[in-house]
C-alpha cells in the first residue's frame, strides 16, 4: 500500500485540463484543480441618478435579468442606456409641461418664489414619469 501511495504522490499532475463534457478549462493550484473562469472586460461609466436608480431596481426586483446581464458583460451597456434616454426623456417633458403653464424666464426676476416652485413640481412630474416609463419596468 506505501509503494502504491508514492507511485501516485510522485506522479506528475497535468498542469492543465479540460473536462470534455462542459468544455470547461481548469488549471493546477496546488492538489486542485481550479476552473478559468474570468468575466468579460466592461467599459467603465460613471452613473448619475438615472443610473443608480435603474442598478439598484435591478439588483433588488429583477435578480435574474441582473445576473443574466452580468454574465453576458451586457450591464454597464444596458445602464449606460438607459441613463442617457431618461436624461433626454426628462428634459423634453420639463420644456413640454414649462411650455403648458406659461412659465417664462421673466417670472425668474419678477416672482422667485413662483417660478421655483413651479420649475421644481414640473420636474418632479417629469421624473415621475421616466421612473414609470424606464427605470421601474
Do not use: C
Amino acid at each position: 500500500m506505501n509503494e502504491e501511495k508514492k507511485k501516485y504522490m510522485n506522479s506528475e499532475l497535468p498542469k492543465t485540463k479540460i473536462d470534455e463534457r462542459t468544455g470547461i478549462e481548469y488549471h493546477l493550484e496546488g492538489d486542485y484543480y481550479i476552473p478559468n473562469l474570468a468575466m468579460p472586460k466592461q467599459e467603465k461609466i460613471i452613473l448619475n441618478k438615472y443610473g443608480r436608480m435603474r442598478l439598484k431596481y435591478l439588483k433588488e426586483h429583477k435578480k435574474a435579468e441582473y445576473t443574466i446581464m452580468i454574465m453576458n458583460g451586457t450591464l454597464n451597456t444596458h445602464i449606460k442606456e438607459i441613463q442617457e434616454i431618461a436624461d433626454n426623456r426628462v428634459q423634453q417633458i420639463i420644456s413640454e409641461l414649462k411650455a403648458k403653464s406659461n412659465l417664462t424666464e421673466d417670472m425668474k426676476n419678477t416672482d422667485v418664489f413662483h417660478w421655483v416652485g413651479t420649475m421644481n413640481a414640473i420636474k418632479a412630474q417629469a421624473e415621475e414619469i421616466v421612473f414609470s416609463e424606464l427605470i421601474y419596468v
